[in-house]
T-cell receptor, first 112, second 113 residues
C-alpha cells in the first residue's frame, strides 16, 4: 500500500531557530513529491520535487529529495511567527489522474 | 480570478440528513478532487474527476457521491450523513495531466450530530 509518513508530527521552536521537517514515502512508480503549507484554511503550494539531490529554494525555505532512500526534507531557516502552520507532504504516482497521497502533516509552532 | 471556491463554508447536519457541497473553479482546469481532512490524518482523497462528465473513486469513497456536469463545477453529495463524516472537506483542481500543482479551495467544515 502506498504510504507517506511525516515526522515530527508536532514541533515547537523559538523565533530565529532553524527547523527540518521530514517526509518518507513508499510509493510504487514515484512521479513527484510536493510540499504544501496550511495555515488557517486551504493548503498552499511550496515546492515540487522530481529529481534527487537538486535543492529547491524560496527565501528561507528549501527542500531536497533523495529518491534512493525515499525521503525528502523541508528546511526553514531564521523562523518567524508567520511560519507557524501545518506542513503537508504529498507524493504523486502514475495512478490515473495523478492523485496525491498525503502524509499526516507536521504542525509547526514558532514562539516569539 | 476567484480560483477555487466552496460553498457552504460551515454546515451542521443531523444523522440521516442529506446535503450537497459545491466546488467551483474559474481556471479552466480539467482535473478536480474532493478530499477530507481529519485530525492527525492529513488529506484523504474521496472522489476525483478527469474532465466534464467523468468521476472516479478515491481512497475513501463510501457514503459519498459526486457529479461533474459542467467543467467548472464538482459536487459532493452525502445521501445519509453519519457522525463519521464530520470533517473538513477540501476541493482542489489541477490544470492538466502534465502539471502537478493542485490548487485548493478554502474548505467546508461539516459537523454531523
Amino acid at each position: 500500500e502506498d504510504k507517506v509518513v511525516q515526522s515530527p508530527l508536532s514541533l515547537v521552536v523559538h523565533e530565529g531557530d532553524t527547523v527540518t521537517l521530514n517526509c518518507s514515502y513508499e510509493v510504487t512508480n514515484f512521479r513527484s513529491l510536493l510540499w504544501y503549507k496550511q495555515e488557517k484554511k486551504a493548503p498552499t503550494f511550496l515546492f515540487m520535487l522530481t529529481s534527487s539531490g537538486i535543492e529547491k529554494k524560496s527565501g528561507r525555505l528549501s527542500s531536497i529529495l533523495d529518491k534512493k532512500e525515499l525521503f525528502s526534507i523541508l528546511n526553514i531557516t531564521a523562523t518567524q511567527t508567520g511560519d507557524s502552520a501545518i506542513y503537508l507532504c504529498a507524493v504523486e504516482g502514475p495512478w490515473g489522474a495523478q492523485k496525491l497521497v498525503f502524509g499526516q502533516g507536521t504542525r509547526l509552532t514558532i514562539n516569539p | 480570478n476567484a480560483g477555487v471556491t466552496q460553498t457552504p463554508k460551515f454546515r451542521v447536519l443531523k444523522t440521516g440528513q442529506s446535503m450537497t457541497l459545491l466546488c467551483a473553479q474559474d481556471m479552466n482546469h480539467e482535473y478536480m478532487y474532493w478530499y477530507r481532512q481529519d485530525p492527525g490524518m492529513g488529506l484523504r482523497l474521496i472522489h476525483y474527476s478527469v474532465g466534464e462528465g467523468t468521476t472516479a473513486k478515491g481512497e475513501v469513497p463510501d457514503g459519498y457521491n459526486v457529479s461533474r456536469l459542467k467543467k467548472q463545477n464538482f459536487l459532493l453529495g452525502l445521501e445519509s450523513a453519519a457522525p463519521s463524516q464530520t470533517s473538513v472537506y477540501f476541493c482542489a483542481s489541477k490544470k492538466a495531466r502534465t502539471t502537478d500543482e493542485q490548487f485548493f479551495g478554502p474548505g467546508t467544515r461539516l459537523t454531523v450530530l
